[in-house]
């Protein structure tokens, strides 16, 4: 039987919780389906803090290197506000995604059917929306050095980010982009600042150069991010495949999550380069959602992005298609029946706590 | 009789044209209310390289630099897509920032009544809104080095682009933004990413800090950029002031003007800091939308956010505040009566051309 190892770091605030419930998918893929799945499990950001000093801890890293997937739930809280910046929770993150070299994050921005009422846009301009957002998760201002704050003196501070991209790292990044396009409606839209920055220049310049190279039949549109986030409010439904660097994608990421009124759903995968010898890639899947310190213990949040994050695993680090969809399928039926946790509570509906969502997405599946 | 000294520069595509309302306003003001507005008049952008080889000449630079203000209509077009980095059209308006050191942008993203229907959000969610989002304008990654494209060898190229912040610099713009705050409601949103980024820590703590120490009266909020993208989009009228770095500042300001449904009517206002000695400010007023070369020299451009960034300069530059609120009156007056250009056409409206909202507007003046 095949072995499937993964890591959890359920993390902080409601991660947790929304773990609990993929943990009860997994027993029973492994019970109905003999699916193999061996878990471990770790800490990290505040909680790996409190227990190590560290937003995470030596031994969790090199697990989260040996496992197939890492199935990582939220970090952060007020109560690590005042931590030092070099162990803050999303440290912990930030080298998980650094020394995976997990550069390609995917974040689709769909939105449920059943919750297009919940977006603050016109329904008619979400109905529908399938996004997949592509966005650079290894390099540019994030990992860039110098990264300092220097004493001028005179009471003057000089805070340093540092922008930095190879060729290769914006090559990688898009030819993940054009794959993907093919899979679905063959369209990529490469976003930059090439106006202002040097880094948007090159970004341009190699994405053209690589849809020219191999992926002529895909077809391709370049826009200044500013515009993008202009054109993502206005009729985000243009859009197909949208491919971008690590703040940016950041930024826009998240302004397309909201649209959607199903950011307590979303998913995202993070991505390795195929191993040369065994084709495997190394992947973190975590929901789009943070860590809602407010709600958490308290038996409330919504596990579904947590949930579409593991059937992202199933499909992209296991090959499981059929069950991916199927889990995909569970989800939208529940909502469909009018089953709701609070955060996209809606007239009529019932209203279910984190176990109950859980256990009525693994009825369906 | 007071002096004015007005230096207009219409730039490329629908600028000129939106610029001729303009100017008609001002002869109207020197003949009728002896406004004594003395203007000049040079090329910038794309107009200006064809004209010099520079996206800005030296004698303009000059010019600008005396002005007492400097009206700007927009730059660019795909007849400049290819010519050099350095002389490219946005050059002329970077350099205009950062030679009069006009730190402070001044964008608000107010929603005109008569166009929440324009909006692609729920009109419940943007009729009423008034945002003031403060740019930091001449700092960050716009201006800072090193920013180079460096041949690697190999093929391989590496991008660079550094933000740099300094602590007077964030200082400066801070107290803009809760000046600003309280002439409204008193309120200030800082955005930063100081879970990644060293500039974002850096502003964080000068901003909290300016706040203790002068305008502990006004309420402040931080909210990390990314959060702050998704909240305007869920709920914008939470906001009065906003205050961030010049990117965020460049994608969140867009993202707010696109939500108004009020794009081609939203001006801005970019100031210095005020001279020792005559307490004036340098400043430049443009509209936030684009040169539009699709529609550019065929009569049918908006030309009320140009009329609106006018008026922003008599309000800052002059004080003229009652010919400000008179001239913005005007504006909502014209709208409400349904005169429309072809961009914010209703049913029901008079559809007119660039000149004909221009004489309207005057005529309502
Ligand atoms: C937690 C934070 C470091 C992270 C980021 O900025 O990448 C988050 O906002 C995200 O988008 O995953
Ligand atoms: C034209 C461009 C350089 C400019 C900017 O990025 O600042 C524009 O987008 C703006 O917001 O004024």
Redesign the pocket.
Known sequence: MTTRNLFLLPGDGIGPEAMGEVRKIIAYMNEEMSAGFVTDEGLVGGSAYDAHGAAISEADMQKALAADAVLFGAVGGPKWDDVPYEVRP?AG??RLRKDLELFANLRPAICYPALAAASSLKPELVEGLDILIIRELTGGVYFGEPKTITDLGNGQKRAIDTQVYDTYEIERISAVAFEMARTRQNRVCSMEKRNVMKSGVLWNQVVTATHKDKYSDVKLEHMLADAGGMQLVRAPKQFDVIVTDNLFG?MLSDVAAMLTGSLGMLPSASLGAPDGKTGKRKALYEPVHGSAPDIAGKGIANPIAMIASFAMCLRYSFGMVKEADNLETAIANVLDKGIRTADIMAEGAKKVGTIEMGEAILSEF
Request: aromatic share 0%.
């Open positions: 999303e993150l930030l950041d």
